[in-house]
């Protein structure tokens, strides 16, 4: 047998390249060609070309309203990749989802409005009790199944409405509270192009963990789930533990966008935590595309927008944008992204 191919060859003298140091038992050209492989997969150049959008759009702002629908947006899309791995993946429905973004809000703003803690604290601290929240929730309502989940869920959603409305001593009750500037380096964050890129940032990373999230293992045992639990349960994996595990994941990622926007807007009221925000969120999902990353991104930017160029029809607004979803689904049953994809691999 020969010699370990880790240890690689001394550099001739003279040379100005130093040899290349391969994985343990991998060839370094074999090394080589996998790491090309990777940096040219379909994966890689998408969240590029995601990154070099989000770089070039704010020079075509010309006002900070643009900015704002622009954060809007993104966090919008953030809460709706977290929403389509628990939906679109799993399988499982969420009718309460808006709860966690509104208490991932309220728990950073409580804890540094009234308790005076700093928002680099209060904002880890309030995303990770949500996070205990959606574990505690979780583990009974997820053996549920079908309406009776969706049932469940909602309930939750309603819950958190009525506490977050009749508790005016904690939250300022419907009016709402006012909530510190989130503070970084022990400087305010202040200004719509440093908020834009924070979110930004945090909308890139979002799709990287859930991109991650789906090719891995765990991403397959959630399609497996989606298809059928009694199969997958055939093949060794864990439906409860793999559903509780995606539900506190979506969870953590409402909670953080929810927070976020507290944070950023300097104000917050009971509505994040209502039953039509919780419709809105899943609309946005199913609009875009159920089991895909980009449908969710896509779908929460698109009916962000359509309202925003809805309103020079004034009284009829709503009419032309339910029609507009309708068309939409009976045209695109799976959505937008992947009845694209369909139509051009035919192509």
């Given amino acids: 047998m020969h010699a370990a191919a880790n240890v690689s060859e001394r550099a001739p003298t003279g040379s100005a390249r130093a040899p290349e140091v391969a994985p343990a038992g991998v060839p370094a050209p074999a090394a080589a060609s996998v790491r090309r492989a990777r940096l040219k997969s379909p994966r890689t150049l998408s969240l ?18 643009f900015f704002e629908v622009a954060i809007l947006v993104a966090i919008n899309a953030i809460v709706c990749v977290g929403l389509n791995l628990l939906i679109g993946y799993a399988g499982q429905i969420s009718l309460g989802h808006a709860a966690f973004y509104a208490l991932g809000g309220y728990g950073s703003a409580i804890l540094a409005a009234r308790w005076g803690w700093p928002v680099w604290v209060s904002l880890p601290v309030a995303v990770a009790g949500v996070g205990a ?7 009974p309502t997820l053996r549920l199944k079908g309406h009776y989940l969706a049932m469940a869920t909602l309930g939750l959603g309603v819950i958190a409405s009525i506490v977050l409305t009749n ?20 400087q305010p964050v202040q200004g719509e192009l440093l908020w834009y890129a924070i979110v930004a940032a945090a909308l890139w990373l979002t799709v990287l963990l859930a991109l991650n999230m789906i090719d891995s293992p765990i991403g397959r045992a959630l399609r497996a789930l989606h298809g059928s639990e009694v199969a997958a349960g055939t093949l060794g994996i864990d439906a409860a533990r793999f559903k509780l595990m995606v539900f506190v994941q979506s969870a953590l990622i409402a909670a953080t966008a929810g927070a976020l926007t507290a944070h950023y807007a300097g ?28 449908g969710a991104v896509v ?25 507009v979803l309708i068309a939409t689904m009976v045209g695109m049953p799976h959505g937008i992204v992947p009845t694209l994809a369909r139509l051009i691999g035919r192509r």
């Fill in 48 to 65: 590029a070309a995601f990154a070099a959008l989000l770089v070039a759009l704010p020079p075509f702002f010309p006002n900070n309203f």
């Fill in 133 to 139: 929240l959606a574990w505690a929730v979780g583990r």
């Fill in 267 to 294: 104000f917050i009221t009971p509505a994040k935590a209502s039953f039509l925000h919780s419709v809105e969120l899943v609309i946005m999902v199913v609009f875009g595309g159920m089991a895909s990353v980009w």
């Fill in 299 to 323: 779908g929460a930017a698109v009916l962000t927008l359509l309202p925003q160029f809805l309103t020079v029809l004034k009284d009829y607004e709503m009419m032309v944008f339910g029609a």
């Fill in 167 to 186: 508790e005016d001593r904690l939250t300022g009750g419907p009016d709402g509270m006012s909530v510190p500037p989130l503070v970084v380096l022990g």
